[in-house]
């Protein structure tokens, strides 16, 4: 299946992973914009949206996550390693990325050491709700598959 990705596919990913993460900044920026103006770049804007900066900053960020997750979470192309040192380098790969952003761009203080044990936090939270929601879609198709199995196997009988 994954020989046959286009372009397409992957501008799709992109494209959704963006909407997913612009998406929870669009929330917490409803719900803190005006209390954490000032504090973040994120909240430039308070309540009132987000900047193009801001935009455009997280949608490089959603290029970097498809990257890592089809170097490293495909057997496209690494495909002796095992599993979890593959999960860990991208893991480890979009860390250092959202750090490098929060010190380039002023996501939050870099001296602030709440702001960062948020940080840990919430990146926390937001990786094990994806990791169980691609095992959950993985255990649907799972059954999808073995469904269309069994229907095979009884036509042929």
Wanted: aromatic letters at 14%; proline letters at 1%.
């Amino acid at each position: 299946m994954e020989d046959n990705k286009t372009v397409f596919n992957y501008l799709g990913e992109l494209f959704s992973t963006y909407g997913i993460i612009l998406l929870i900044f669009v929330v917490l920026n409803y719900l803190l914009g005006d209390i954490a103006n000032g504090y973040s770049s994120f909240f430039e804007l308070g309540k009132g949206g987000l900047t193009t900066a801001t935009m455009l900053q997280l949608f490089l960020l959603s290029v970097i996550i498809c990257i890592a997750r089809n170097l490293f979470l495909t057997d496209r192309w690494i495909k002796k390693l095992r599993i979890v040192i593959r999960n860990t380098l991208f893991f480890v790969t979009i860390t250092i990325s959202i750090i490098i952003f929060v010190l380039l761009f002023g996501w939050f203080p870099a001296n602030d050491i709440t702001a960062w044990i948020g940080f840990i936090l919430s990146f926390a939270i937001c990786s094990v709700a994806g990791v169980l929601l691609s095992k959950l879609r993985e255990q649907t198709e799972n059954k999808k598959m073995e469904k269309a199995l069994e229907r095979f196997k009884d036509t042929e009988d």
